[in-house]
């Protein structure tokens, strides 16, 4: 059974910044592109980061380009995005979404709150 867990969220004040962690058990995860979505109450889930299974090609949406990174560590068999100069519009559930070919997996997402 595949179990995709998301951990690191929590309330932050706007400017400031979070790390979140995926990791996978049922799966290798370093088989894997990893998204990252996001969805906030009454919106659509948006995609906010894209990495490679090597770690090389990674994408960003307009809305968080310069502001978050994701990246893997194939060997600790995690995926990270890390999250600065963060925005309350950055508030919402954080998923992590390994896919490969027809194959894709869900977390249960960590909550990111940004507010003073």
């Known amino acids: 059974q595949v179990q995709v867990v998301e951990s690191g969220g929590g309330l932050v004040q706007p400017g400031g910044s979070l790390r979140l962690s995926c990791a996978a058990s049922?799966?290798?995860?370093?088989?894997?592109?990893v998204n990252w979505y996001r969805q906030a109450p009454g919106l659509q889930r948006e995609r906010v980061a894209t990495?490679?299974?090597?770690?090389?090609?990674?994408y960003y949406p307009d809305s968080v380009k310069g502001r978050f990174t994701v990246s893997r560590d194939n060997t600790k068999k995690t995926v990270s995005l890390q999250m600065n100069s963060l925005k309350s519009e950055d508030t919402a559930v954080y998923y992590c979404?390994?896919?490969?070919?027809?194959?894709?997996?869900w977390g249960q997402g960590t909550q990111v709150t940004v507010s003073s």
């Open positions: 990495i490679s299974k090597d770690g090389t090609f990674t």
């Open positions: 979404n390994p896919f490969q070919s027809t194959y894709t997996y």
């Open positions: 049922g799966i290798t995860l370093s088989d894997y592109f």
